[in-house]
């Protein structure tokens, strides 16, 4: 069973940045492909980007593409969401989540989770 850790969350001004981690217990077949999603209150969950651990492969959401990176370190298990030019609207839980086949990017695809983390952008 993939283990999935987050930190990095934090209250930062609108226009500012924050960098979210992901480490993982281990890389198998299982976790191929990493990816971060958000929930803010009274809303569904929704993508913001993923990446594949052997080629780097990345897709975002529309919504963050230009402003937020995904990146992952091979030798550290690690995932990282770089995250640029916040909007208040960016306000979530930020969960990194892992699958094994680089296909749909839905909630219900993902099948390990982290606990996630706070994101508030103030306006």
């Known amino acids: 069973q993939v283990q999935l850790v987050e930190s990095g969350g934090g209250l930062v001004q609108a226009g500012g940045s924050l960098r979210l981690s992901c480490a993982a217990s281990?890389?198998?077949?299982?976790?191929?492909?990493m990816g971060w999603f958000r929930q803010a209150p009274g809303k569904e969950r929704e993508f913001v980007a993923a990446t594949y651990w052997s080629d780097g492969l990345r897709y975002y959401a529309d919504s963050v593409k230009g402003r937020f990176t995904i990146s992952r370190d091979n030798a550290k298990n690690t995932v990282y969401l770089q995250m640029n030019s916040l909007k208040p609207e960016d306000t979530a839980v930020y969960f990194c989540?892992?699958?094994?086949?680089?296909?749909?990017?839905?909630?219900?695809?993902?099948?390990?989770w982290g606990q996630g983390t706070q994101v508030t952008v103030s306006s």
């Open positions: 989540a892992a699958k094994r086949e680089w296909d749909t990017m839905s909630v219900s695809s993902f099948a390990h």
């Open positions: 281990q890389r198998t077949v299982s976790n191929n492909v």
